[in-house]
């Protein structure tokens, strides 16, 4: 018992994920599901090659999702319909997906940062 309990308190705590360069930042290929009209003006400066899809939209297109390195939905403004299909389209295509619900955009990139798997990594070049 008492092994355990030092393995536990001798792990090292989780680290944050990296933070992303600007260039790997506007490198990105992903797709944004959601948002608010302002929040995706803002992403769309810090993140050019991402598509994006508003809260009104019904369906997503398949050919976005199969170039995309990761889907990202913003939760505090998504239609469950465009969810539901984007989610399908993503499991078939095995790609990262995750959920924000930060309109801040540094911490909007910190969860795409943690999606792509840039935590505790220290040099490693972004996927192309």
């Known amino acids: 018992m008492r092994e355990l309990l030092d393995a536990v308190l001798s792990a090292p705590a ?3 994920a990296k933070p992303l360069t600007r260039e790997e930042t506007k490198a990105l290929r992903g797709v944004v599901i959601g948002g608010h009209p302002i929040q995706i003006n ?3 400066k810090l993140l050019p090659n991402c598509t994006y899809y508003s809260a009104d939209q ?3 297109d398949d050919n976005n999702l199969r170039e ?5 939905f913003i ?5 469950h319909s ?11 295509h095995d790609i990262p997906t995750g959920y924000s619900a930060h ?3 540094d911490r909007f990139l910190k969860d795409i940062a943690k999606l792509i798997g840039r935590e505790g990594e220290e040099n490693k070049e972004m996927p192309c």
């Open 14 to 16: 989780p680290k944050e």
């Open 42 to 44: 803002k992403l769309r």
């Open 58 to 60: 019904k369906r997503i």
């Open 68 to 72: 995309s390195q990761f889907v990202m």
């Open 75 to 79: 939760t505090g403004y998504c239609n």
């Open 82 to 92: 465009l969810a539901d299909n984007a989610l399908r389209l993503c499991r078939r």
């Open 103 to 105: 309109v801040n955009p």
